[in-house]
């Protein structure tokens, strides 16, 4: 009975050539009864080290210079980052935990003791990928896991160039080897998914706000009147002509109620080259509607674009002022008075108007009084007296 063929790790072509030169004269057929050999010895070993006394390799699968050269590992990934963000490297880990059952809820490849593995992205145009540890890595090189088992891993340098939901993929390729030649054999693995969320780029984002933050002004004057109207306005510098911005107003909750209208809105984004200023400037006019404190507040908004997602914030101002009632007018001013001095004069003339009315009355009294006396002294006149009786009586 023919001995099995025998798999090995990878070999140098030069050792090759050697191994198979006239200074070893070994015949094919040699070469198979060794390989037999070795995979009796490395059995009997296997049963009866333990499996601290043994290589990584043998400890793993099948033994090298096993009939089955492939074994289950356990596939784990993760960033050097705690997010991905657009446009910053990071480092993506894919690991090989083999030699132990491992997580079930982990995806799960074949391997062998030689293999290559590979990152590419589902949209190719969604990331730059550069590895940054060789393809192909053999399992004697792994390192020993405090949970059981061993670990082999590989990174790749990421950098991520478009937003929102986003897909990597890790192939694993086992490598076999016969003699120090590696076999042509089918691709025995899928692609291994690693779902990610790239964040939108916010550092230029964050600049304009931190600008527009700094630069932010408001004008409302100090002292106000009920029912009159008065200009207030907000400002501030935008440095990047990319983000949309505007300046909204409203009362505060402890804010009189007020009146607002809209005044004059001035362009927020004209064509402003990168890099320079623009001033964002909106005007209004406010009534105040009753006495107290008219507190406004002023809201720069900015919004921007990253990729697919939509970035905004805020940046709120508060500004206050006292409503007074308003001053009284000329006639409130001189009103008082001439209501009093009125009332004076009213009362002065009635007054006299009863003195006038006394005097007539007394007048009209005295002048009956003089009547009666001067018709009580007619009547004297003509009445005859004793003796002028008796003296016409005596004729």
Do not use: C
């Amino acid at each position: 009975m023919a001995a099995e063929e025998v798999y090995d790790e990878p070999q140098h072509p030069k050792r090759i050539a050697h191994e198979e030169g006239a200074m070893y004269g070994e015949s094919a057929r040699r070469k198979s009864l060794r390989g037999g050999l070795v995979v009796t010895f490395a059995t009997l070993v296997a049963m009866f080290l333990p499996t601290s006394a043994m290589s990584l390799n043998q400890a793993t699968y099948p033994l090298r210079g096993s009939p089955n050269p492939f074994a289950i590992a356990r596939v784990a990934s993760g960033w050097s980052e705690p997010e991905v963000v657009q446009f910053e490297p990071v480092t993506f880990y894919a690991t090989l935990i083999y030699g132990v059952e491992g997580d079930p809820t982990l995806p799960s490849v074949e391997i062998a003791y030689s293999n290559a593995a590979t990152l590419t992205a589902e949209n190719p145009a969604a990331f730059v990928i550069s590895p940054g540890d060789p393809v192909t890595k053999t399992l004697d090189t792994g390192t020993v896991r405090p949970e059981g088992g061993y670990e082999l891993t590989w990174a790749w340098d990421v950098t991520a160039r478009e937003v929102g939901p986003q897909k990597l993929l890790i192939h694993f390729v086992p490598e076999v080897f016969v003699d120090g030649v590696r076999l042509d054999v089918p691709d025995r693995n899928d692609d291994v998914a690693v779902d990610v969320r790239v964040h939108p780029q916010l550092l230029e984002f964050q600049k304009v706000v931190e600008s527009a933050d700094a630069g932010m002004e408001t004008d409302v004057p100090d002292d106000m009147t009920v029912g009159q109207d008065y200009e207030v306005s907000a400002s501030f510098p935008l440095t990047d002509a990319d983000v949309d911005a505007d300046i909204d107003i409203a009362e505060a909750e402890n804010s009189v109620e007020v009146t607002i209208r809209e005044a004059k809105a001035e362009a927020a984004l004209a064509s402003v080259a990168l890099g320079t200023d623009a001033v964002v400037t909106r005007r209004w006019v406010v009534t105040p509607n009753a006495t107290g404190q008219v507190s406004l507040v002023f809201t720069a908004r900015l919004r921007g674009e990253a990729g697919e997602e939509t970035i905004e914030d805020t940046v709120e101002r508060t500004n206050a002022a006292l409503a007074e009632a308003p001053p009284p007018s000329v006639w409130d001013v001189i009103g008082t008075p001439v209501t009093v001095i009125g009332g004076i004069l009213a009362a002065l003339v009635a007054a006299l108007g009863l003195v006038v009315g006394i005097r007539k009355l007394l007048a009209g009294r005295a002048d009956e009084d003089e009547d009666s006396a001067g018709d009580k002294a007619e009547r004297k006149e003509k009445a005859p007296t004793p003796a002028r009786g008796a003296k016409d009586a005596g004729r």
